[in-house]
Nanobody, 126 residues
Framework: QVQLVESGGGSVQAGGSLTLSCAVS????????MGWFRQAPGKEREGVAC???????TYADSVKGRFIISTDTAKNTLLLQMNSLQPEDAAVYYC????????????????????WGQGTQVTVSS
């Protein structure tokens, strides 16, 4: 049984940084493509970033150069370092484990996701 548990959300001022974590159980974080999505109030959920081993990483255009996706294999955890946060980055952020046949698209797509975390709220004040 795959379980994904996010943490690290919170409130930050514009220009600040946050790092989200996703504790993975049921498989090794490096064994399948993993990613982050977000959903702002009144908007559809959108893909943010995807990773499969270090070389394969993709990002949504809106976060390129500001967000970094990575894995901590010792802790079996997926990370999302978010820098230069803006009010438009405010959303519920979801950790996702993709299906075995999926690839890291740019941006990642919901249809490729096999498992979801419960989400963690990120608030950015101007």
């Amino acid at each position: 049984q795959v379980q994904l548990v996010e943490s690290g959300g919170g409130s930050v001022q514009a220009g600040g940084s946050l790092t989200l974590s996703c504790a993975v159980s049921g498989h090794l974080v490096s064994s399948r493509r993993m990613g982050w999505f977000r959903q702002a109030p009144g908007k559809e959920r959108e893909g943010v970033a995807c990773i499969f081993s270090s070389p394969e990483r993709t990002y949504a255009d809106s976060v390129k150069g500001r967000f970094i996706i990575s894995t901590d294999t010792a802790k079996n955890t997926l990370l999302l370092q978010m820098n230069s946060l803006q009010p438009e980055d405010a959303a519920v952020y979801y950790c996702a484990a993709f299906g075995w046949a999926a690839t890291c698209r740019s941006p990642p797509r919901e249809n490729d996701v096999a498992y979801w975390g419960q989400g963690t709220q990120v608030t950015v004040s101007s």
